[in-house]
């Protein structure tokens, strides 16, 4: 067994903090990129940054759905403390799926996303408090086996 | 906006209802695969049938990882009533990442998936009790459009 972390549980898997909260007033919700941990665990190309991407699937066309953190240097916690709004009725909220990818740039410029959480919307709150989490990073790597299984 | 259903939040999304207990004294982990919800928004080959397909992830080697229900014809809900359990610490289950898929055969009997849930067991509680919800499908399209954007 793995030593148990005060402040996220656990040393050796990849994760993210996330922030929730659905304002009502304003029909708005806000995401906020608070952190990762442990990025080491997934294996980033020597000397390139890594930035989260977030995406509210699927896509609609009046309002923005992908969003990215500035990129920064892999460390072992990487704060970002950044925020995203989307405009959108709760009920439309609800049926949404987040997306929350941690990706770097190849040396060909494109984007490699290594790991990543999916969150369900469908019981986000609509209190207008702010919830925070940790969330697991599933490596793409296993994603990929298991479509071979 | 879509009209809300009294049972599970809206009409438009598929959707699938887990439910999970963490067993302390046995140390492991049930998975209750209880029900899809509107399988018609995606789009299952005529005359397949369905089935889920759960893997909690990364798979170790000293306990099963995969599970399949059996499989069913499309219908508004399909229900499974199954229960899949891991023999699992707590302490490694809270970095596990489970993926809810809905898969069906090909005619050359290959698996395809077609949407899918992923859930961070990061804070599963080992208090005992049996937690159910319903978690949103994403479509697998959906990931594709989205790692081409």
Sequence with gaps: DTVVNEERGSLDTAQIQLGMKYDVKDKRFALYVVQLSNTASFAVPPN?????RIAVLPCSETT???????????????????????????VALCQKTMRADVCCMTKSLQEQCLAGAQISLAEVSCSGERYTSWYNLLNYKYMKELNRM
Excluded: D, G
Excluded at 48 to 52: C, L, W
């Design 48 to 52: 390139e940054k890594v930035y989260v």
């Design 64 to 90: 923005s759905c992908l969003f990215r953190t500035k990129a920064e240097f892999p460390q072992e916690y990487i704060r970002f403390n950044e925020v995203f709004w989307v405009a959108i009725s709760h």
